[in-house]
């Protein structure tokens, strides 16, 4: 079944940097877009960034556009999240996830940006 596994979460300063990484298995990880969402406490899940099965096109939400990037190696079915000029309101659990039969994600990895 599908699996997808996120790491490289943790606790940074304002203006730091993460790199997060999601590995995924049980699908043919390069026929598919590869998404990041992130959720902070008492808001909704949000759609952060997106790249398409060949990276040929990726897509960022306004407030994270210029500071991540999102990338893939289809050879290690692993997509990253570049996280730079981190801010405080980019505390959130992070979700990568992806659509096949249905839409998945991955358990969620904790970032923590303190000012």
């Known amino acids: 079944q599908v699996q997808l596994v996120e790491s490289g979460g943790g606790l940074v300063q304002s203006g730091g940097s993460l790199r997060l990484s999601c590995a995924g298995s049980?699908?043919?990880?390069?026929?598919?877009?590869m998404m990041w969402y992130r959720q902070a406490p008492g808001k909704e899940r949000e759609l952060v960034a997106y790249?398409?099965?060949?990276?040929?096109?990726?897509w960022y939400t306004v407030s994270v556009k210029g500071r991540f990037t999102i990338s893939r190696d289809n050879g290690k079915n692993t997509v990253y999240l570049e996280m730079n000029s981190l801010k405080p309101e980019d505390t959130a659990v992070y979700y990568c996830?992806?659509?096949?039969?249905?839409?998945?994600w991955g358990q969620g990895t904790q970032v923590t940006i303190s000012s």
């Open positions: 996830g992806t659509v096949t039969n249905r839409l998945y």
């Open positions: 049980g699908f043919t990880f390069s026929n598919y877009r």
């Open positions: 790249i398409t099965s060949a990276a040929e096109s990726t």
